[in-house]
Antibody, heavy 121, light 109 residues
Framework: QVQLVESGGGVVQPGGSLRLSCAAS????????MHWVRQAPGKGLEWVAF????????YYADSVKGRFTISRDNSKNTLYLQMNSLRAEDTAVYYC??????????????WGQGTLVTVSS | SYELTQPPSVSVSPGQTARITCSGD??????AYWYQQKPGQAPVLVIY???ERPSGIPERFSGSSSGTTVTLTISGVQAEDEADYYC????????????FGGGTKLTVL
């Protein structure tokens, strides 16, 4: 079965950096685009970034553009999110999600359980 | 910017029908997807491409589309359906974007 397991969350000071990882299993990782989606405490879902199956294209939400970098290692079945210049408003649970098999444009058919990032001094 | 608008809350009694709307100018051109999220859990896809239901999702969940509004309908609501529901859409034909609605809290009275 599909499994997505995030790691790397924690407490970081404003202006600091953190790298999240997402270990994937149960599907052919190298055949699918992958997303990061976040959810601030008590708030709604916010799409963060997307990377195509081969890493050829990457897209970002305006709120993180220039500060966050999405990447992947298909040999390790792992997705990453490098987060720099972190701000208090980046505090959230970060989910990795598999791009859906259901056609149309981007959607999410499997999600990890999330990792909490807290930006605070 | 591209936005999706949902009502913050909907309340129904058990056995009744709940309808959650999602409005957006691009919805006539792009598919909508619906997710259910229970407290402390990751979201789960319940409707894709406006009205299709993934395997394993109960038949009481259905979706429809009309113009700039899509609707998630839950027939015969059960207590276990109490959750937050999010609509979502995307476009990759021009400027790539993915957007969620603000979410609707469904309360089963």
């Amino acid at each position: 079965q599909v499994q997505l397991v995030e790691s790397g969350g924690g407490v970081v000071q404003p202006g600091g950096s953190l790298r999240l990882s997402c270990a994937a299993s149960g599907f052919t990782f190298s055949s699918y685009g992958m997303h990061w989606v976040r959810q601030a405490p008590g708030k709604g879902l916010e799409w963060v970034a997307f990377i195509r199956y081969d890493g050829s294209n990457k897209y970002y939400a305006d709120s993180v553009k220039g500060r966050f970098t999405i990447s992947r290692d298909n040999s390790k079945n792992t997705l990453y999110l490098q987060m720099n210049s972190l701000r208090a408003e980046d505090t959230a649970v970060y989910y990795c999600a598999k791009d859906g098999d259901y056609g149309g444009n981007s959607n999410f058919d499997y999600w990890g359980q999330g990792t909490l990032v807290t930006v605070s001094s | 910017s591209y936005e999706l608008t949902q009502p913050p809350s909907v309340s129904v009694s058990p056995g009744q029908t709940a309808r959650i709307t999602c409005s957006g100018d691009a919805l006539p051109k792009q598919y909508a997807y619906w997710y259910q999220q229970k407290p402390g859990q990751a979201p789960v896809l319940v409707i894709y491409k406006d009205s299709e239901r993934p395997s394993g999702i109960p038949e009481r969940f259905s979706g429809s589309s009309s113009g700039t509004t899509v609707t998630l309908t839950i027939s015969g609501v059960q207590a276990e359906d109490e959750a937050d529901y999010y609509c979502q859409s995307a476009d990759s034909s021009g400027t790539f974007y993915v957007v969620f609605g603000g979410g609707t809290k469904l309360t089963v009275l």
